[in-house]
């Protein structure tokens, strides 16, 4: 894979990342709709689980899972869905057309499904969701919550991340990066020809997210996509903060991850010092 990695611009925002928002997970309109169960809103259900692309997943789809979607469908976020992108175990992606006729993805997770155990670990210590209990399915609401948060934190610090366009309840809708029939390639995937330069933009994309008071969590190959020249940032769901009691453990299994990566393409990476390298900034939180 050839390309020169162009580096986006940070936005302009002055205190960036001096305070958290905060994750609400009490019950949304979705939640209100499927109390409801209109005429309207049962029509759209069994509309949607009649096609074919959701056929398979009625039994993990729950009545506000559908009304999820159909807030959304109101709202303008979607207007006609696709086939699927990708099935998991804790959430199915599907291709969407959004508003302004753009291309889209909906990232659906399940509640029953999700491993909400392995969820906690990431989300205890995260200063946004203190308190968020025991409960399974406030775990997963608060999950996409928060990866939604964290893209849009990631973007404003100037890393390429998939733009978030909304979230309700267990249903996140983002920017779609490539096409099903030319999906954008995994880093694990291509032959990177040119792996001085695509090493220097994921550190100085990983200096951004710990400038932001981030930590991927997860980095590594798998996690990081080719899109026509750019390498795109995924998978943000299990991010955390800086204040996280696991937030250097994280950080350190990123580094060594990605320096092993790029000793693999030929040149010469250190962990340790990619992690001074990442460090070496005063976070902006």
């Not at 398979?56 to 699927?84: C, H, M, R, W």
């Not at 996409?144 to 890393?159: D, Q, S, T």
Request: glycine residues 8%; proline residues 3%.
């Amino acid at each position: 894979m050839t390309g020169e990695f162009e580096l986006i611009e940070p936005e302009e925002a002055e205190g960036f990342g001096d305070e958290w928002e905060e994750i609400d997970v009490s019950d949304t309109e979705a939640d209100r709709i499927a109390r409801k169960r209109d005429r309207k809103f049962s029509q759209f259900r069994k509309r949607i689980k009649d096609a074919d692309q959701f056929k398979v997943e009625q039994s993990v789809f729950d009545d506000a899972t559908f009304a999820a979607i159909y807030k959304l469908v109101q709202d303008g976020y979607i207007e006609a869905f696709g086939g699927p992108i990708s099935t998991g175990k804790e959430a199915n992606v599907y291709e969407a057309l959004g508003d302004d006729d753009t291309d889209v993805a909906v990232k659906i997770y399940r509640i029953n499904a999700s491993n909400f155990r392995q969820m906690r670990n990431y989300l205890e210590g995260d200063p946004r969701f203190e308190g968020i209990g025991n409960d399974k399915g406030k775990i997963v609401l608060a999950w996409v919550r928060k990866e939604f948060a964290n893209l849009e934190r990631a973007r404003k610090a100037g890393v390429r991340v998939p733009e978030p366009i909304a979230v309700e309840r267990n249903v996140l809708v983002m920017e779609l990066v490539g096409l099903v029939e030319d999906r954008a390639r995994r880093l694990s995937e291509v032959n990177v020809e040119n792996p001085e330069t695509a090493f220097e933009v994921v550190r100085e994309y990983m200096r951004r997210l710990y400038s932001a008071g981030l930590i991927h969590g997860d980095l590594s190959e798998y996690n990081l996509i080719i899109h026509e020249g750019e390498l795109v940032v995924i998978d943000l769901g299990q991010a955390v903060t800086i204040h996280h009691p696991n937030a250097n453990e994280f950080l350190q299994r990123d580094c060594t991850n990605v320096a092993s990566f790029f000793t693999r393409q030929g040149i010469d990476v250190d962990g340790d010092e990619l992690y001074d390298y990442v460090t070496d900034v005063e976070p902006d939180n």
